[in-house]
Structures are given as C-alpha cells and as structure tokens.
C-alpha cells in the first residue's frame, strides 16, 4: 500500500512565525474544520505557533469546510469588524483563500498596508495578485515524481505482494509583497485612524480575483 500525504501542521507553523517576526501579534486563522484531519492537524500547527508568543486568542480562529467559500468571504469580513481586529491572517485551504482575496478587493482592504495576508496553495494567479501574495506552496510535483518512481520500482521488483511505503512531503512557503512589518502597518494606517474599515476604498465586483481562471 502506497501511502502519499502532505505535512499539515509544519507549514501553517512556518507560516505563523513567519507573521510574528514580522512583529505580529493578532494573527487570525482560517481554515478547514477539525472534524477533518487535515483541518485539525494545520489549527494545530496555528496554535502551537502562537504559544510561545503567548498570543493566542480563540475569537481569532475560524474553521469550516474546505470548499465553503462564503466561510472564507464572511469570515474575514466579520474579523475585521472586531474591536480589536487582527493585522494578519494565515489561510489553511485554497478555496478559503480565494474567498479572503475576492472580499479584501470588495472591501477595499489594502494588502499588506491594512492586512498581511498568507495564503494557501500557489496557483499563477496568487503570484500576480498586487505585490504577490505570501503564500504555502503545496509540493505537487515533488509528490508526483515520488509517486511515479515507487510504481516503476515496484514493476523492475516484481514483487507480490507489493510493500507498505508511506511518503509525507512538507509544502513550504513562498514570501511575496503580502505581508509587511507591524511598523510598516502601523505608519500606513496612521492616516486611516487605526481600523482598516473606518474609510475603505470603493471597490468594485469587476475587480475581484479572476481565480477560475487559475484553476486546474
């Protein structure tokens, strides 16, 4: 049995650290539910990220399922309405992404000025979406190339039946121009009076991220 999996907690980790040494303190998540492994394992990898920092707080954590883009849209709209909003936000699923890059253009979010932004997966798009979007790059062709070479050993062995293997591959992240330092953050939102949201910019509907078109 041929057992193909991808490192869940390590990059959302990364991803975290990667926020605090940026000077981040209120870094929201969102990502899939915990009733899936993979939901529970990268809220793991968000959590155990943030303990050291002591700069955990669960009003900050949003999980739903991973193909609910709405999850993502509205959950990133209502996290910064909060009193205390976040100035960063790590996402744990490709379509939640989607979602969180649509509502920032529709609320005139600025990206990285009123938010720093980690994505997840690095479709083409992602890397001409502003400044580039900070993202989790998932290893396909790495998982692929490992794939492939197990069956065509297993075809020179012949061997019956075929052994266990178990490959996990770690994604790594990719830092582009949508995150920025809490000193950056804080001269730029000087002249907007803190919120992000006290006078956002006009946006149109006609300049949401075009993501079917990125899409495999």
Not at 15 to 42: F, K, N
Not at 99 to 124: K, N, Q
Request: net charge neutral; glycine share 10%; proline share 7%.
């Amino acid at each position: 049995i041929y057992t193909l999996s991808l490192h869940d907690a390590l990059p959302i980790c990364l991803a975290v650290e990667h926020l605090l040494q940026l000077g981040h303190r209120r870094i929201a998540y969102i990502g899939p539910s915990v009733d899936l492994p993979t939901g529970a394992a990268r809220l793991k990898g968000y959590r155990d990220a943030l303990a050291l920092s002591d700069s955990h707080d669960p009003a900050l954590e949003l999980c739903g399922a991973p193909d609910d883009e709405m999850a993502g849209g509205a959950g990133i709209a209502g996290l910064l309405r909060l009193t205390r909003p976040p100035s960063a936000v790590v996402i744990a699923g490709v379509r939640h992404t989607h979602a969180v890059v649509d509502e920032c253009i529709a609320m005139g979010i600025r990206v990285p000025e009123d938010l720093s932004v980690v994505g997840f997966g690095d479709e083409a798009g992602f890397g001409w979406w502003g400044a580039g979007l900070t993202t989790i790059s998932l290893p396909v062709s790495e998982m692929a190339t490992s794939c492939g070479l197990w069956f065509l050993h297993q075809l020179r062995q012949r061997t019956t039946p075929l052994p266990s293997y178990r490959s996990i591959s770690v994604p790594s992240l990719v830092i582009r121009g949508s995150t920025r330092a809490v000193a950056d953050l804080d001269v730029a939102q000087a002249g907007r009076h803190g919120n992000p949201l006290a006078s956002p910019k006009t946006a149109s509907r006609d300049t949401r991220f075009k993501r079917e078109a990125y899409r495999p």
